[in-house]
């Protein structure tokens, strides 16, 4: 649970939402998940921290998203997870072993960087954008709140860049007190990918047991 809540990747919140919902943020987001959705190639390269909130030292990651609509690739250390659009395969690099299984919405937007990107559109509250620098770029800086009291997480707060409409940043505050962040810390949307990129094919990964949880 810890590897895939390092990536990014994505979730719900834990206080009653009571803030009116921001137009204006909406459009900020709308704007920047279509930019994620026409693209026929984005490759994203992140670092992912995962702490306690007020803790001076981090757990972090560094690793490499590549996306087309809603098919996917994440490659970190430890782990690398194959979205085809139904089917998603998780390969566990300490062990040898790839768990295969057919997502759940909710499962997937812990995992993928483009479900993650559009949690906003349900569920949750979109606080005014404030004008913020976030990693040496001028941003939109969007807090979010679950309209659920019963979510897992607490707050998500999204840094929109204002001149390319792209995510730059994700935090993440969870119920219980553990912060996750996801820096990206480089951007391409110059690639066509095949859809074979998003699935998993096991003659590259000779011995490794395959799971099947289907």
Known sequence: MKRLAS????????????????????????????????????????????????????DSQKGEAYIKGNKFRVEMDDINIWFDGTTQWVLLKDVDEVNISNPTKSELTSVSPLAMLGIYKDGYILKNPLSKTVNGLDVYQINMSP?????????????????????VQVKLTMS?????????????????????EFVFNKNNYPGVEIVDLR
């Open 176 to 196: 219980n007190n553990l912060l996750y962040k996801i820096d990206i810390t480089d951007y391409n949307d110059n690639f066509k990918y095949n859809d074979s």
């Open 147 to 167: 309209v659920a009291a019963n979510s897992d997480i607490k707050e998500i707060t999204l840094a929109i860049d204002k001149t390319k409409n792209r995510l």
């Open 7 to 58: 990536i990014l990747l994505v979730l719900s919140l834990g206080l009653a939402a009571i803030a009116q919902d921001s137009a204006q943020s909406r459009e900020i987001l709308d704007k920047t998940y279509s930019g994620y959705m026409s693209s026929n190639g984005i490759k994203l390269s992140f670092k992912s921290y995962i702490d306690e909130v007020g803790a001076t030292e981090s």
